[in-house]
């Protein structure tokens, strides 16, 4: 089992940047892809990064390439999302999840590839 918490959102004016940090407990997690996911009111639970269990490869929604940075420390057990040029209809909960130990160094970007979720935290940007 592996327990992941999220931190870091908060309340940010348009422009500005947020780290998000994702600690994970319990089983290994080294051999786990990553994701960070979002969801605002109304919608769908979107991905919006991935990272492979290596950290070698990843992977970002359109609406963030560029602005956004996921990243893993496995010495530390905690993945991140680094948020530059913070939008307004960046506005969500923010969540982490991680996959099954994999033999494939893949990103993966549907809920239903990832097994362990955190909670969630909230980033609201304001304009």
């Known amino acids: 089992q592996v327990q992941l918490v999220e931190s870091g959102g908060g309340l940010v004016q348009a422009g500005v940047s947020l780290r998000l940090s994702c600690a994970a407990s319990g089983r290994t997690f080294s051999r786990s892809a990553m994701g960070w996911f979002r969801q605002a009111p109304g919608k769908e639970r979107e991905c919006v990064a991935g990272?492979?269990?290596?950290?070698?490869?990843?992977s970002y929604a359109d609406s963030v390439k560029g602005r956004f940075t996921i990243s893993r420390d496995d010495a530390e057990k905690t993945a991140y999302l680094q948020m530059n040029s913070l939008k307004p209809e960046d506005t969500a909960v923010y969540y982490c999840?991680?996959?099954?130990?994999?033999?494939?160094?893949?990103?993966?970007?549907?809920?239903?590839?990832?097994?362990?979720w955190g909670q969630g935290t909230q980033v609201t940007v304001s304009s």
């Open positions: 999840a991680a996959t099954l130990p994999k033999m494939l160094d893949n990103t993966y970007s549907t809920m239903a590839q990832y097994n362990y």
């Open positions: 990272i492979s269990w290596s950290g070698g490869k990843t």
